[in-house]
């Protein structure tokens, strides 16, 4: 089984580029969390994958909350890896994970690390259609790899994108994030259409259409920037109106 988090495609297209290579079941953490879905069988020789991106050079708190729930009967010392998908760097996300699993009683067996297309727009623009085509196509030989490993269920750490000194990365800019994620800067202009995908899609609920447009009720949420990035009327900005930067869906994987 491969639980996965996406927002804007990139992990989701890494996770079922995996699951057509091995054959394994997807679970889109979103949907488990509202279906408050925590327990499940684990077969003898199956893969246990985790497939997410980094947020400020740690895990997403989705995935935290679910590892905190998160039941595997018939767990057997059975295969369990992580890929994490990043813009740039993954920092010492991936020793997250570990120390989490371990608490439970689970073992990391591999980690992997694809660097795909930086979409923190806050931070960065969005590249142009060209940059993001090489960006993706790098990508690919990536998951290729990963597939071939992960098939054959090969243990270590095959993470060539920590970055420089991993450890004082995430643990600078991490807790920003941890004790952040204030859901106050996202801002709607008046071109939205009412259209309730924000609200549908928000991993959390922090979203309410309330007359006709999108309300924040939550004061944290996940810090995804789905509904940014995935609203068709560019209506949904941070702090203020940034078409400029531009947005972003993983133009290689279906919504």
């Known amino acids: 089984m491969i639980f996965y988090f996406s927002a804007t495609g990139n992990s989701k297209y890494a996770a079922e580029r995996i699951a057509a290579a091995t054959n394994d079941r997807l679970i889109f953490l979103r949907d488990a969390v509202r279906g408050r879905s925590y327990r499940y069988d684990v077969a003898r020789e199956e893969r246990i994958g985790f497939v997410v991106p980094v947020y400020y ?4 708190s989705i995935l935290r909350f679910f590892l905190e729930k998160l039941e595997l009967t018939g767990y057997r010392e059975q295969y369990i890896y992580l890929v994490l998908t990043c813009g740039q760097w993954t920092g010492d996300a991936a020793g997250q994970m570990a120390a989490l699993l371990k608490k439970k009683g689970l073992s990391l067996s591999a980690r992997f690390g694809i660097v795909m297309v930086d979409n923190f727009v806050p931070a960065f623009h969005i590249p142009g259609e060209e940059e993001i085509q090489r960006i993706l196509d790098g990508a690919e030989e990536v998951i290729d790899d990963a597939c071939r490993v992960i098939r054959a269920k090969g243990g270590g750490d095959y993470n060539r994108s920590t970055g420089p000194v991993p450890g004082a990365l995430t643990s600078v800019m991490y807790p920003a994030y941890a004790h952040g994620r204030s859901t106050k800067p996202f801002v709607v202009t008046d071109h939205c259409i009412g259209c309730g995908l924000c609200q549908e899609i928000c991993p959390c609920g922090a979203i309410l259409i309330s007359g006709g447009k999108p309300a924040w009720i939550k004061p944290q949420c996940v810090r995804c920037l789905g509904c940014l990035h995935r609203c068709p009327a560019q209506a949904i900005h941070w702090k203020k109106p940034d078409e ?12």
């Open 57 to 60: 050079g740690g895990l997403p």
């Open 244 to 255: 400029d930067r531009g947005r972003y869906y993983n133009p290689r994987v279906e919504p």
